[in-house]
C-alpha cells in the first residue's frame, strides 16, 4: 500500500515499450529540453496537457492549477513563465481551461469550500467583469460554459501583462500568447480565437513603455 507498486509497474512497462518505438528517446530527453510552448492548464487529472495535443515528454512546458488562472502575485507561476520565456525560449504561451472545470463550477456557488475559495475570488472576479452577458443567459449551463470561457480569455490578457512577456516582445522576440478551451465530452480543443503577439495588442494602461 505504501509503495504504490502497481504504479512503479506501469512505468516499468511504459519506460520498455517507449524504448522498444525508439530506442534513443531517453538518451535524448534527458540531454536538453527545447520545447516551443508553455502550456497553462488546469490540474485537473482528465486534462494532461501532453496527450491531448498528442506531443511527447520534452515537447511541452507545463504549468497547471485549480482553473488555469494567471496571478501576479503568485510567484510560482510567474516563475514557470520566466523560465519559459527567458531560458527555453519558447515561441508560443498556451492557456487552455475546459469545459466542466470544477474550479469554475465551485467559483459560481455562494458556498464555503475552505482554503480553495481564496483562490476563486479570481474567478469570482472574472464573472463580476463579465456579469452582464453571463447573467444574460437563461440556462445555467451555458453560464458554466461561458465562463469556462471568458476565465481564459482573462488569463490570457493577465500573461501578456507580465513585465516577462511584454520585456521579450519589447526584445521583438517573436512570442505568441493563445487561448483554448477543452471539451471533455469529445476530446476537442476549441480555439476561442485569443492570440495576442504584441504590445500594441494589449490595453495602454497595462503596457510597460
Request: with cysteine; glycine share 6%.
Amino acid at each position: 500500500m505504501r509503495r504504490l507498486k502497481h504504479l512503479f509497474e506501469k512505468n516499468k512497462k511504459w519506460a520498455a515499450k517507449t524504448t522498444e518505438a525508439d530506442p534513443g528517446f531517453f538518451a535524448r530527453l534527458s540531454k536538453q529540453q527545447s520545447p516551443e510552448y508553455l502550456w497553462i492548464g488546469c490540474a485537473d487529472s482528465r486534462v494532461p496537457a501532453n496527450q491531448i495535443v498528442g506531443l511527447v515528454p520534452g515537447e511541452i512546458f507545463v504549468h497547471r492549477n485549480i482553473a488555469n488562472v494567471v496571478v501576479h502575485t503568485d510567484l510560482n507561476c510567474l516563475s514557470v513563465i520566466q523560465y519559459a520565456v527567458e531560458v527555453l525560449r519558447v515561441k508560443h504561451i498556451i492557456v487552455c481551461g475546459h469545459y466542466g472545470c470544477g474550479g469554475i463550477k465551485a467559483a459560481l456557488e455562494s458556498k464555503e469550500h475552505g482554503l480553495i475559495d481564496n483562490w476563486l475570488r479570481h474567478i469570482k472576479d472574472v464573472y463580476r467583469f463579465h456579469q452582464e452577458k453571463i447573467e444574460a443567459l437563461e440556462n445555467e449551463a451555458d453560464r458554466f460554459k461561458l465562463l469556462c470561457e471568458l476565465n481564459v480569455v482573462e488569463q490570457v490578457a493577465n500573461v501578456c501583462h507580465t513585465t516577462i512577456v511584454q520585456n521579450a516582445w519589447k526584445a521583438g522576440r517573436e512570442l505568441a500568447v493563445h487561448g483554448w478551451v477543452y471539451g471533455l465530452e469529445d476530446g476537442i480543443i476549441k480555439d476561442l480565437r485569443v492570440c495576442i503577439t504584441g504590445l500594441d495588442e494589449i490595453s495602454e494602461i497595462h503596457r510597460m513603455k
